[in-house]
């Protein structure tokens, strides 16, 4: 074996040769992590190591095996698993505890924080909602299981390859049933500074007060926050002045760091912040809840006008309420469709969300109908109306021709039938006279058809009148 006063070289085996160290792939202020080979079980491990400064301290060792017991007691997806524990003793005759955990693919939120940071924005705020959304299903686990983290920041998450979130780092973890003195509360380091991350401490973690799974809850508040708008909402010059803050300070609005974001997300950031543990939500799964709702609520919002697209589309005569022209904002998203929903650092502003700009479907349907009924009604009577009158007017001119070569066809009968007659009646004691009766008979009956065809087509010529005039 070889000293570790640094990092562990490559190829050293730990326990008994099973676990073979391979790289450091990264270290904190209290241990360092590499990646190992299983070689009883064939896999890749994460190996975690304690700093050699820090072995000696009491203090440090204990939190350290407090963190394998404490995830050990876990068994959840979102939650980095630990596979075994132990200590390994090196050349220069140092004890060096060691955790070996399950190793994930992926980057840290922390890095991909950074690079978001590069592009003067956080990340896309569904995305955000729903990282935020998992690790609050890691701590529902560990607060069921009596654990709370007290250190939930970026840099103890990891989104792996594969998008699985994973929380890790239970490394000041504490139980809610341990007894003695101090029991549930704060411990101070040999610096004197909290334990915990001062930009993500809770109010009560700073000054010392009990805490339980609400801090955690605070701690992740702050970092939905930090997603959404690639800022912390407190900062100062030491880490006294921001716990400060965090203690005595009302949070800043997302609105307020030049992000603009619907109201149901600054209404749930701004309860995860509350100083008041209990005005917070009260547990890990009811925050998670209400995540859930605003994503819901969210893609209602900007899906909804997709749809209206396909319903009836207002004709230029349905004008009830107003003679001016609806505003065509009035039927387009609260914010536009896009990665990223909301202005951050210059970003494209949206418009502010409104009730009436994003209607339910089904809701803007029925009330399309019930303003367009009446008026459509009235505007279906003036066409019948008109095509009524155009019936009349082709009508009456197709009577008369129609009726006319009936008439015409009637002259020669009557005439046929006066001359039978006519020569019936020749040898009457009269002649001249029963021929001017016969004329007499003649004309009439010829003049009654045509009297009673004209007296027909004034009465049409009439009524078409009266029509075209009424309907005017």
């Known amino acids: 074996m070889v000293g570790v006063t640094g990092p562990i070289r490559t190829g050293v085996a730990l326990a008994g040769g099973r676990y073979r160290i391979e790289e450091q792939v990264g270290q904190g202020g209290m241990a360092a992590v590499y990646k190992a080979h299983d070689t009883a079980l064939d896999r890749t491990v994460a190996v975690k190591t304690m700093l050699a400064a820090l072995v000696h301290d009491d203090q440090y060792r204990a939190r350290f095996r407090r963190e394998a017991q404490s995830v050990a007691r876990l068994s959840h997806p979102c939650v980095v698993a630990v596979h075994d524990t132990g200590e390994e003793r090196f050349e220069d005759g140092q004890l060096i505890p060691y955790i070996v955990m399950e190793f994930v693919r992926g980057a840290t939120l922390s890095a991909l ?5 590069g592009c003067g924005r956080g990340v896309p705020l569904d995305s955000a909602l729903e990282l935020t959304a998992e690790v609050l299903s890691a701590l529902a686990a560990s607060h069921t299981a009596g654990i709370v983290h007290r250190d939930i920041k970026p840099s103890n998450v990891i989104v792996a390859d594969d998008s699985a979130v994973k929380v890790m780092d239970f490394g000041i973890a504490r139980t809610l049933d341990v007894s003695g003195p101090g029991a549930g509360r704060t411990v101070l380091t040999a610096t004197g500074s909290a334990i915990g991350t001062a930009h993500y401490m809770s109010p009560e973690q700073f000054e010392g007060r009990p805490v339980d799974g609400r801090s955690d809850l605070y701690a992740v508040a702050v970092m939905l926050f930090q997603l959404i708008s690639g800022q912390l909402p407190f900062t100062g010059d030491s880490h006294i002045s ?4 965090h203690a005595t300070t009302a949070p800043p609005t997302l609105a307020s760091m030049g992000v603009r974001v619907p109201e149901v997300v600054e209404a749930l950031v701004a309860r995860a912040l509350e100083k008041n543990p209990g005005d917070r939500f009260q547990d890990a799964h009811a925050m998670r809840t209400q995540i859930e709702y605003v994503r819901e609520q969210i893609s209602h919002a900007v899906t909804q006008p997709d749809a209206a697209r396909f319903a009836p589309t207002p004709t230029p005569t349905a004008v009830v309420t107003s003679t001016e022209p609806v505003p065509p904002s009035s039927f387009e998203p609260a914010w536009p469709r896009a990665d990223y929903a909301y202005e951050a650092h210059g970003g ?3 418009p502010e969300p409104t009730t009436a700009s994003v209607p339910p479907v089904a809701g803007w349907n029925q009330g399309v109908g019930a303003v367009l009924g009446p008026v459509q009604t009235q505007a279906d009577n003036r066409r019948s109306a008109r095509h009524l ?9 197709a009577f008369l021709l129609q009726a006319a070569p009936a008439y015409l066809a009637f002259v020669p009968l009557i005439a046929a039938v006066s001359g039978i007659w ?3 009646t020749g040898g009457s004691s009269r002649p001249g006279q029963q021929r001017s009766v016969s004329l007499a008979v003649f004309q009439a009956t010829a003049l009654v058809p045509l ?3 004209g007296l027909l087509a004034i009465a049409s010529l009439v009524r078409v009148a009266s029509v075209v005039s009424g309907g005017n």
């Not at 924080?113 to 940071?117: D, F, G, H, I, V």
């Not at 009158?389 to 001119?397: I, M, N, Q, T």
């Open 113 to 117: 924080l950074a690079e978001s940071a």
């Open 242 to 245: 921001i716990g400060y803050q």
């Open 348 to 350: 494209t502003s949206a």
């Open 389 to 397: 009158r155009r019936a009349y007017l082709l009508l009456v001119p």
């Open 422 to 424: 006519l020569t019936a």
């Open 451 to 453: 009297l009673g065809h």
